[in-house]
């Protein structure tokens, strides 16, 4: 045990300067700081992500764009000093400032089921096929930190004031009904499976009463057109629902599409078949145009504005095209 003792520290002697110049670059790539950097992902084709009894394959591609967030080392703060494409964001600013980062990754996992859900009912409701909705679930996915109440995040909704929440629009209409300042108190299931009491004091969101949270719900679709979903548990978020509804219903339908050629497309969907803004519209399109997509469809208003100045500002040679509904995509892609 002795010669063992002496053999390492003379080893430790011997080599102490390349043990330290090793210990200072493994700090250098793993050591992390307080700050995402934003950068262009890439394409996520949707048709890999769904799963239907239809025999069917596109010529060309229906695509989803990501952002790249990439935790900040030194090498990675560097790169972002020498390239435009690349953000640096201080880490309060990726998260809001009353959650934690495990609360935002089950929030968008939340949403990408909702997500999911939703435009499969979309798609289903514009191909004609019969369906029911069954199970449908509501979800507390984020309290603003301005709200009261001891809501969790987690917590699926039950009852308010002993009336049942069969879905969103349900909670929706009866706080719709309340005042600024009432309070009522909520039956849930937390996260845990458990029943809790909970209360909550209505505060004024742009003149209406809010409980001040962010409701996802889920639910489950039957019909004799199954379709199974296949995302990683690394794949989170409701930006690609306009995307996703494209793909089932080009499945659904037997219906090319895209005519051979690679779309791309962001924005959140909603039951009735409208497409919302997103955040990080830039590095989508940089994205996009680095994989050689022929066409980018983009939520109008915003992100339509911020898309076409950067277009215009790199010169990239893509179309871009501005959509409200599920229809106007629809009726532009019909339209090639």
């Known amino acids: 045990m002795k010669n063992l003792f002496n053999n390492i520290k003379k080893y430790l002697k011997e080599y102490y300067k390349v043990i330290i110049v090793y210990v200072l670059i493994l700090s250098l790539f793993l050591v992390e700081f307080p700050y995402y950097i934003s950068a ?10 769904i799963k239907t009894t239809e025999n069917f394959k596109m010529k060309g591609s229906l695509n989803m764009a990501y952002v790249s967030e990439i935790h900040a080392t030194i090498p990675t703060l560097i790169i972002s000093l020498f390239n435009d494409d690349w953000d ?17 990754n089950y929030r968008n996992k939340m949403l990408l089921e909702e997500a999911n859900d939703t435009a499969l009912l979309v798609a289903y409701k514009h191909s004609d096929i019969d369906y029911s909705i069954e199970n449908s679930k509501v979800y507390i996915t984020y309290i603003d930190e301005l709200a009261n109440t001891n809501l969790k995040i987690g917590d699926q909704i039950l009852k308010v004031d002993d009336k049942k929440i069969k879905d969103k629009n349900d909670l929706f209409t009866y706080i719709a009904s309340k005042k600024i300042g009432d309070k009522i108190s909520l039956e849930v299931k937390d996260i845990n499976g458990e029943n809790k009491k909970r209360t909550s004091t209505l505060i004024n969101v742009l003149d209406e009463p809010k409980v001040g949270a962010i409701v996802t719900e889920t ?26 509804t494209l793909t089932l219903y080009s499945h659904l339908n037997e219906i090319d599409l895209t005519k051979g050629k690679t779309i791309v497309g962001t924005g959140t969907i909603d039951i009735n078949g409208n497409v919302g803004e997103i955040s990080g519209i830039k590095y989508k399109l940089i994205g996009a145009v680095n ?15 911020e898309a076409k100045k950067v277009k215009k500002e790199k010169g990239y040679d893509i179309e871009l095209v501005p959509v409200k509904t599920f229809e106007d995509a629809l009726k532009y892609l019909k339209n090639l």
Not at 40 to 49: D, R, S, V, Y
Not at 90 to 104: A, G, M, Q, R
Request: net charge negative; charged share 35%; proline share 3%.
């Open 40 to 49: 262009p992902g890439g394409l996520i084709n949707t048709e890999e992500k």
């Open 88 to 104: 640096i964001e201080k880490e309060e600013d990726v998260k809001n400032d009353n959650e934690t980062i495990e609360e935002k």
């Open 219 to 244: 639910f489950n679709l039957k019909s004799n057109k199954k379709v199974e979903f296949n995302f990683k548990n690394s794949e989170s978020g409701s930006s690609g629902g306009l995307m996703l």
């Open 291 to 305: 994989k050689k997509a022929d066409i980018f469809l983009v939520p109008a208003g915003n992100n339509y504005k």
